[in-house]
């Protein structure tokens, strides 16, 4: 069985913040870039971070850019999404999927594995 899991999401007031988790069960995402995105209710996907195997991090310019970091601990096979200052616009499920090489990849289609996501709500 080969599956990325997510966890952390919640309840969560403006301006707070909250670290969601990716861990992969059944491989190791050491030769995996990861990817998070997230899909509010009646909304298309989007892209929020990638990191690459190597470390390196990408943000997407309407998601979070700023106020959002990706991390990842290869030791504990996990990814992280670091969210600071979360406003209510954040409100969405959250998916993190890995990719098998070294750089993130220009579509959310080219996404070896998904997990199923975890919700975040910013509400007061």
């Known amino acids: 069985q080969v599956q990325l899991v997510e966890s952390g999401g919640g309840l969560v007031q403006p301006g707070g913040s909250l670290r969601l988790s990716c861990a992969a069960d059944?491989?190791?995402?050491?030769?995996?870039?990861i990817g998070w995105f997230r899909q509010a209710p009646g909304k298309d996907r989007e892209g929020v971070s990638c990191i690459s195997t190597t470390g390196v991090s990408t943000y997407s310019a309407d998601s979070g850019t700023g106020r959002f970091t990706v991390s990842r601990d290869n030791a504990k096979n996990t990814v992280y999404l670091q969210m600071n200052n979360v406003e209510p616009e954040d409100t969405a499920i959250y998916y993190c999927?890995?990719?098998?090489?070294?750089?993130?990849?220009?579509?959310?289609?080219?996404?070896?594995?998904w997990g199923q996501g975890t919700q975040v709500t910013v509400s007061s």
């Open positions: 059944g491989f190791s995402l050491d030769n995996y870039a």
């Open positions: 999927a890995a990719d098998r090489g070294i750089w993130c990849p220009r579509s959310q289609y080219d996404y070896d594995w």
